[in-house]
């Protein structure tokens, strides 16, 4: 905590971007401002700060953006910034520029930028939870995994209509980076049949006999989701047709689930994180990470923001085994 007053902050989203981002960004913007703190939007995520892709940000720069996918900063993944020679030269340059408090929409690779910036380089930064992979800890939700997991099950109602026509298997991978919660989530609302995420390990065999078991009793389809860090549909799509010697398709839903029109609940969510971060920074409380818990804001350091396991995993995993 500290009693000088931030006079300026700058505000970047980095890596994958999430729909809700910009409801985000329009949030942190009209609060700041609000309380005569100016902003500096940084495009493309932390690789601007380096190629000083600065500019200010005014009330009109976040018009008619909360209804909007992406983001209006632009977002990349910046090999440079990842050194720690990288690291110093965005502090120089983020002092150059006057910023006095960095703002981190993003998940858990930008957090952990965010976090060095603060602890290695005495670099006050707040971070906000951005990605539609929901891994982080001190929040329930993070910006862009409502829609996300919407987004997936629209396209899953549709693969499930040629599965049942053509009476097949169908393996589904969806996003998620390390974790299962895009997976768990869209296998119990799309109704699949079984579902594989990277933090367990999945028993092929099991399912294959499950599978040739439930074609003996006429059920005629089967919708396999699997969590991108759990294994490639094609190569389970193979292993399930020699395994059963039943036919089977693969569906990879790809950054599909990244895009659209952000859900109310993402542009809520992304609000009120975008509110709370202004009011940290006006408290003149830094390195922290907010989150909204059991619908409260909830600020949590932000080293202890990355990494979280999805904790109803196995209760959604035993529950999509039982409707099957
Ligand atoms: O972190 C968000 C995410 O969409 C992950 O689910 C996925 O693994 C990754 O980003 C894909 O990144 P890129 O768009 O750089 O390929």
């Known amino acids: 905590m500290t009693d000088k007053k931030v006079k300026k902050i700058g505000l970047l989203t980095s890596g994958g971007d999430g729909p809700g981002m910009n409801a985000a960004i329009r949030a942190v913007v009209r609060c700041a401002l609000s309380h005569g703190i100016a902003v500096d939007g940084i495009m493309r995520g932390y690789q601007g700060i380096l190629n000083e892709e600065i500019?200010?940000?005014?009330?009109?720069?976040?018009?008619?953006?909360?209804?909007?996918?992406?983001?209006?900063?632009?977002?990349?993944?910046?090999?440079?910034?990842?050194?720690?020679?990288?690291?110093?030269?965005?502090?120089?340059?983020l002092k150059q520029h006057k910023i006095e408090?960095?703002?981190?929409?993003?998940?858990?690779?930008?957090?952990?930028?965010?976090?060095?910036?603060?602890?290695?380089?005495?670099?006050?930064?707040?971070?906000?939870?951005?990605?539609?992979?929901?891994?982080?800890?001190?929040t329930d939700q993070t910006i862009g995994c409502h829609t996300a997991v919407n987004t997936a099950l629209e396209a899953i109602d549709k693969v499930r209509d040629t599965a049942h026509s053509m009476e097949r298997i169908f393996i589904i991978e969806v996003?998620?980076?390390?974790?299962?919660?895009?997976?768990?989530?869209?296998?119990?609302?799309?109704?699949?049949?079984?579902?594989?995420?990277?933090?367990?390990?999945?028993?092929?065999?099991?399912?294959?006999?499950?599978?040739?078991?439930?074609?003996k009793r006429g059920k005629i389809s089967w919708m396999i989701v699997?969590?991108?860090?759990?294994?490639?549909?094609?190569?389970?799509?193979?292993?399930?047709t020699t395994m059963t010697g039943l036919e089977s398709r693969f569906v990879v839903l790809g950054h599909v689930q990244r895009g659209g029109d952000p859900t109310g609940r993402d542009r809520i969510l992304g609000t009120r994180l975008g509110a709370a971060a202004v009011n940290l920074i006006?408290?003149?409380?830094?390195?922290?990470?907010?989150?909204?818990?059991?619908?409260?804001?909830?600020?949590?350091?932000?080293?202890d923001a990355t990494h979280k396991e999805f904790k109803h995993l196995d209760e959604y995993r035993n529950l999509v085994k039982i409707l099957t």
């Open 226 to 240: 699997v969590a991108e860090g759990a294994g490639k549909a094609h190569e389970i799509a193979s292993t399930v």
């Open 175 to 215: 996003m998620g980076n390390k974790s299962g919660y895009i997976a768990a989530e869209v296998a119990l609302g799309a109704g699949a049949e079984d579902v594989i995420v990277p933090e367990r390990r999945f028993d092929y065999e099991a399912m294959c006999t499950r599978i040739r078991e439930g074609y």
């Open 55 to 93: 500019i200010p940000l005014s009330h009109r720069s976040v018009s008619n953006i909360i209804n909007r996918g992406g983001t209006i900063l632009k977002t990349a993944r910046s090999r440079e910034f990842g050194t720690p020679e990288g690291k110093t030269k965005a502090v120089k340059i």
């Open 282 to 303: 006006v408290r003149g409380e830094f390195g922290k990470a907010v989150g909204v818990l059991q619908d409260e804001i909830n600020i949590i350091p932000l080293r």
């Open 101 to 138: 408090c960095l703002v981190v929409i993003g998940g858990d690779g930008s957090y952990q930028g965010a976090t060095t910036l603060f602890e290695e380089h005495g670099f006050p930064t707040i971070g906000l939870p951005g990605t539609i992979d929901n891994d982080l800890y001190g």
